[in-house]
């Protein structure tokens, strides 16, 4: 029997998702995300690059500059407010103590009761080989979830002013193969395909059809395969750790 997802808890009020790049959050989750701002909470977004080598016939420094346009204006639609780039390389994100310091700033800056981010495993569903930049900014998100709650791990983030911060609460890992929880996605559905399609010239440089059907049939396909787990809706999934 496939096991039930529970609703992920709601008892919180601030939350800090943490991606590679400017669309991650926008395959799938943002349906969450437009869901919990409509309930009064607060959601903000830290990427790590800018995207600038997601798109071949676009120069990196072209890119940029495109990419994070759009990635405020899709997150803006489903009401998110505060979008941060850490500007680490496109492509060639390292998993190491700089990244892990950066994430655990913002986390302290914004003092998160949930942090989001996503798939850190090799592999989507065991099919198919995950890219580097993402096991590194998710592995990296999980880790600074202590780091940011230690004072003696980069000290030198107290020199910033930046105090210990021991209020996460949980980390959702989206995208993951081994989800436990879920989200209605039928109240922020529409904001979400409107969300993805904000980033129109990176999916009209990804593929020949026509934008709107591509990010709805997508995003369809995606709630709905999680619907026999969660009671016949429509859901975002996240696999769920405490801290």
Known sequence: MTQRLEPLPTDWRRALAVVAHPDDLEYGTAAAVAAWTDG??????????RGEAGIDTLPPEECAPVREREQRAGAAV??????????????????GLDLRRDIAAAIRRHRPELVVTLNHRDTWGQTAWN?????AVGR?????????????IFPELLRQGLQPWHGVRWTAVAGSDRPTHAVDATAGFERSVRSLLEHRTY??????????????????DLAQSASERFGGRPAVTFEVLAH
């Open 40 to 49: 009064g909470r607060e959601v903000a977004y830290l990427l790590a690059s």
């Open 78 to 95: 489903v009401g998110v407010r505060t979008v941060e780039f850490l500007d680490h390389r496109d492509g060639v994100i390292e998993y």
């Open 203 to 220: 999916i009209e440089a990804l593929t020949a059809e026509d934008p709107e059907r591509y990010c709805r049939t997508l995003l369809t």
């Open 140 to 152: 990296a998100a999980l880790d600074a979830v202590a780091d940011a709650g230690n004072r003696w």
């Open 131 to 135: 890219t580097p930049d993402h096991r």
